[in-house]
């Protein structure tokens, strides 16, 4: 009787502990798979391709599978938009004005400030402060908001608060404007890829 009870214990510790490697091995696996997403998520997010215009002295790199449209620079030299979202599209672009040697950052942002409020529902200028990313340039920021409406009358569609945010800076003879329009609700989320489009940017 002695003898099956210890067959008995040991074939309990011997499950037990195969149990237990099983357990270690379920959140081993676990903890791979979520650095893996994580890791292909930021691969993902990082895949760019490139915009050069030499003539502006820009190259640019956005995130893949976004529209590119490029203006004969009267409004924009080209932007890239995000078509994959519902409702509003996310959209990054870049603009350049002549400046002279009295032109300043807040002269430019009041003029567009007018500007917009002319063009733009309940535009309301929200700040204009010193820009601190890690970009290779000097620069000042603008944030401001505005509410976006469908132009297509035969769509009904619900008015979306936009968030916008220049970033400025001023080479030689013209001011570089960098913008990002984004849905309010996901505007955070969308500043880090932005933040990246900013930092890759290169200006000559």
Not at 36 to 64: C, D, F, H, K
Not at 69 to 85: A, H, K, P, Q
């Amino acid at each position: 009787m002695a003898v099956i009870e210890i067959l008995d214990e040991l074939t309990q510790d011997t499950i037990t502990t195969r149990q237990r490697w099983s357990h270690y091995i379920t959140v081993a696996l676990g903890i791979l798979a979520v650095v893996i997403l994580i890791n292909l998520r930021a691969n993902i997010q990082s895949a760019a391709s490139q915009y050069v215009n030499n003539a502006e002295g820009i190259t640019a790199y956005y995130p893949q599978n976004w529209l590119l449209e490029e203006s004969d620079g009267t409004d924009y030299i080209f932007r890239v938009s995000n078509l994959r979202e519902i409702g509003f599209k996310t959209t990054f672009q870049v603009s350049v004005e002549p400046v002279n040697q009295l032109t300043t950052s807040r002269t430019i942002f009041d003029a567009l400030s007018m500007q917009r409020a002319q063009n733009l529902t309940a535009f309301r200028r929200l700040s204009i402060e010193p820009y601190t990313g890690s970009a290779d340039f000097e620069a000042t920021t603008a944030n401001y908001l505005y509410v976006a409406t469908d132009t297509n009358p035969f769509q009904q569609s619900v008015p979306v608060v936009v968030r916008g945010i220049d970033i400025l800076t001023l080479t030689r003879d013209q001011a570089v404007i960098i913008t990002m329009l984004s849905n309010a609700d996901t505007f955070e989320e969308n500043l880090v890829l932005f933040e990246q489009f900013v930092n890759r940017l290169e200006l000559r």
